[in-house]
């Protein structure tokens, strides 16, 4: 298997404070359903791709907000009004918008910018021209180019002001989480030196996302099988050349999410309402009671954390 191709833009854990815990939202647990609960890293870096080109570079020319989301915006919307879309990146599971002040203008915080989570139901739409909003659209970006929607019907999504990416709420937000999976400083050593301080099985560990970020339960599974790692086995147990194929596992399968333009399991789409087509070619997510395709052992189900966890007890070994 090749190096996996890592996502264009993104900000290494090490671009943040770190130490401080990830007070993002979290998802319900629902050990019956087969569905994400929530965007995943895949899905946000597909939203990211697809809303780069057409936003950078696009003056804001106002911020319509709905009903409350997670947090409030903490910032005046006409105070924002005139600034540049600068270089949109993320940061897990969060979009991170710089708000630039135009050649020449004086601006309080130059590094300001809007911190964007899509929640467990949310997604972001671009559109050319603004149709009126929707019972769950809650936030308009109205620029010069079109206007970017936030879409979040249950409302756990959020969009805050920052003064700067190293500047609460940003900082705080961002502080706790862990390393990016193609972010060439995550070495297999590195990886597996942080599995050794864990006791928890390596799904929980994969999922809590303060080791790695971007390992959602569909993806987790994934990579598990792909690396013939048992789901309950503690992380702390895992030898150094299994850390290595699993993290090769995690981004060969997290490469291949982002090609195929993520999940579509409940509701997400990217900018452009294009759907995700990974979920179609799952080996054991979703899958149980069906034929393994590396043994042809019948898939087991089993309830982690609240999550469902797929895998093959033929295949995955403790």
């Given at each position: 298997m090749?190096?996996?191709?890592?996502p264009?833009?993104f900000l290494?854990a090490?671009?943040?404070?770190?130490?401080l815990?990830?007070?993002g939202p979290?998802?319900?647990?629902?050990a019956?359903?087969t569905?994400t609960s929530?965007?995943?890293l895949p899905?946000?870096?597909?939203?990211r791709?697809s809303?780069?080109?057409?936003?950078?570079g696009?003056r804001v020319?106002a911020?319509?907000?709905g009903?409350?989301?997670?947090?409030?915006l903490?910032?005046?919307?006409?105070g924002?009004?005139?600034?540049?879309?600068g270089?949109i990146?993320?940061?897990g599971k969060y979009l991170?918008?710089?708000?630039?002040?135009?050649?020449g203008?004086a601006?309080?915080h130059p590094?300001?910018g809007?911190?964007?989570?899509?929640?467990?139901?949310g997604?972001?739409?671009w559109?050319?021209?603004?149709l009126p909003?929707?019972?769950?659209?809650h936030?308009?970006l109205?620029?010069d180019?079109?206007?970017?929607?936030?879409?979040?019907?249950r409302r756990?999504g959020?969009?805050?002001?920052?003064?700067a990416?190293d500047a609460?709420?940003?900082?705080?937000?961002?502080?706790?989480?862990?390393?990016?999976p193609f972010?060439?400083?995550?070495?297999?050593?590195?990886?597996?030196?942080a599995l050794?301080r864990r006791?928890a099985?390596i799904k929980?560990v994969?999922?809590?996302?303060?080791?790695?970020v971007?390992a959602?339960?569909i993806?987790?599974?994934?990579a598990?099988?792909?690396a013939g790692?048992?789901?309950?086995?503690?992380?702390?147990r895992?030898?150094?050349?299994?850390?290595?194929r699993?993290?090769d596992?995690l981004?060969?399968?997290?490469?291949r999410a982002l090609?195929?333009?993520g999940?579509?399991?409940?509701?997400?789409?990217?900018?452009?309402?294009?759907?995700g087509?990974?979920?179609?070619?799952?080996?054991?997510?979703?899958?149980a009671g069906l034929p393994?395709?590396g043994c042809g052992?019948?898939v087991?189900?089993l309830?982690q954390?609240q999550?469902?966890?797929f895998?093959c007890?033929?295949?995955q070994?403790r």
């Open positions: 090749g190096a996996a191709k890592a264009s833009v290494p090490g671009r943040s404070p770190t130490g815990a990830p007070v979290k998802a319900p647990g629902n019956g359903s569905r929530m965007p995943e899905e946000v870096e597909v939203t791709r809303i780069e080109q057409p936003l950078r696009a020319l911020l319509r907000l009903k409350p989301l997670r947090w409030p903490g910032h005046d919307p006409a924002l009004q005139g600034l540049l879309v270089a990146a993320r940061r991170w918008l710089p708000l630039e002040p135009a050649a203008a601006v309080p590094r300001q809007l911190l964007l989570h899509l929640g467990m139901s997604s972001l739409a559109r050319e021209d603004a909003p929707g019972a769950h659209d936030f308009d109205l620029t180019r079109g206007t970017l929607r936030l879409t979040d019907p756990f959020a969009v805050l002001w920052s003064p990416l609460d709420p940003a900082a705080k937000l961002l502080g706790g989480l862990g390393a990016e972010d060439p400083a995550l070495t297999a050593e590195r990886f597996h030196a050794q006791g099985p929980a994969l999922l809590a996302g303060d080791v790695i971007g959602g339960n993806y987790a599974c994934e598990l099988f792909r790692i048992d789901p309950r086995l503690a992380a702390r895992i030898s150094r050349p299994r850390a290595a699993l993290l596992a981004r060969g399968t997290l490469a090609d195929l333009g999940s579509t399991l409940r509701d997400f789409r990217d900018a452009h309402g294009m759907s087509a990974f979920q179609s070619q799952a080996a054991v997510y979703g899958r393994c395709p052992g019948a087991r189900r309830v954390a999550r469902s966890t895998f007890p033929r295949c070994r």
